[in-house]
């Protein structure tokens, strides 16, 4: 599991070992608090990885591009 804090939202990623492919696929939880609390799920990403840190990090890095385009409607939207 890897965690970091970035921009006022907490991401947690975690993998998932496939037995089918024999491969690890990445999932992350991204939370933050505006006027409440609110969460994003990062599940259905195609790639897959041969390591369990490489799907860790590559969670981390999708996670970390979903919280820039979302900061960055909302000061479209502004």
């Given amino acids: 599991m890897a965690y970091v804090l970035y921009r006022d939202h907490t991401i947690i990623s975690t993998a998932v070992y496939e037995v089918e492919t024999g491969r690890w696929k990445l999932t992350a939880c991204i939370s933050w608090q505006a006027s409440g609390d609110h969460f994003f799920f990062l599940r259905d990403c195609p790639e897959r990885f041969s390591r369990v840190e490489e799907a860790e990090m590559a969670g981390l890095e999708h996670s970390k ?12 939207a502004d």
Avoid: E, F, M, N
């Fill in 65 to 76: 591009s979903w919280v820039d385009r979302k900061l960055v409607s909302a000061d479209l």
